[in-house]
């Protein structure tokens, strides 16, 4: 998995901020009691409210740019060992045992992953058929998912068992709550469930991408391809940049469910 596109947080037009705070509105404002315990959001709630606007659809946006400056800077780094990312793949599974897994070329929408049901290495164009330090990053980061399967990593096995399901399931919610939200507003509340349940699958990817980059780099170091200091610092910046997209959009998720959460506590 090394996806570099996220789908884009959407605010709803109707639930923007106002932008005086002084339009806030009190909370509890409809129960019985409301005249005992009125009570406006805070500043400290204001300022998170704003920080979740602005960095939400800001940080994945950022740290994929720097993910593709990245994949650009090291597609330049040749590498001695000459070989392409496709046979640098299978020499690694090779060497690990793993001779039932073919390496092929990827959609380029998906992009470079491994299949852990269909057990096959999905590379896209510019790390199959290349040489470079870049490629044979992001080919041994497909193998080190193959290895987690192979040694019945934790992690990973959870991650298999939620990830097909969560996010078709919560962007399904997702669709049927913005509609409902057109008549009925409160539901939005809703999307609080979903952010939250997103962030919880984000947070789960997060052990199992960054021990898939760590057997990457044992793995090229152990077999050799890579040899040099430039060779294995490019290949090290590579996989750093592609793990920050998935802290980036985990930490987008969770500002999207506490957007949500003070949202509704305003009303
Ligand atoms: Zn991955």
Redesign the pocket.
């Known amino acids: 998995?090394?996806s570099d596109s996220f789908s884009a947080p959407h605010f709803p037009q109707g639930f923007l901020l106002e932008d005086d705070p002084s339009a806030v509105r009190p909370i509890f404002q409809a129960c019985p009691g409301a005249g005992m315990h009125k009570k406006s959001i805070s500043p400290m709630n204001y300022a998170i409210l704003i920080l979740a606007l602005g960095c939400a659809p800001l940080l994945p946006l950022v740290a994929t740019g720097y993910f593709w400056y990245s994949r650009w800077k090291c597609r330049k780094v040749a590498v001695a060992c000459g070989l392409k990312g496709r046979e640098a793949a299978l020499r690694l599974l090779a060497e690990n045992g793993i001779n039932d897994v073919p390496v092929g070329p990827a959609n380029e929408m998906v992009g470079d992953h491994f299949d852990p049901k269909d057990r096959k290495i999905a590379l896209s164009a510019d790390v199959l058929d290349q040489s470079s330090a870049f490629a044979l990053a992001v080919a041994a980061?497909e193998v080190g998912?193959a290895l987690q399967q192979k040694d019945g990593y934790r992690w990973f096995g959870w991650w298999m068992a939620v990830a097909p399901y969560v996010h078709l399931l919560t962007f399904a919610f997702q669709v049927i709550v913005m509609a409902l939200a057109m008549f009925f507003p409160p539901i939005i509340f809703l999307l609080v469930i979903s952010y939250s349940l997103l962030f919880l699958m984000s947070i789960l990817t997060l052990p199992v991408?960054y021990d898939?980059s760590r057997r990457a780099l044992k793995e090229l170091d152990r077999s050799g391809l890579l040899t040099t200091p430039e060779e294995k610092s490019a290949a090290k910046t590579v996989l750093i940049a592609a793990g920050l997209t998935y802290v980036a959009k985990a930490i987008q998720d969770l500002l999207l469910a506490v957007y949500y959460a003070l949202r509704t506590f305003r009303r």
């Open positions: 998995m090394m980061h998912h991408e898939a």
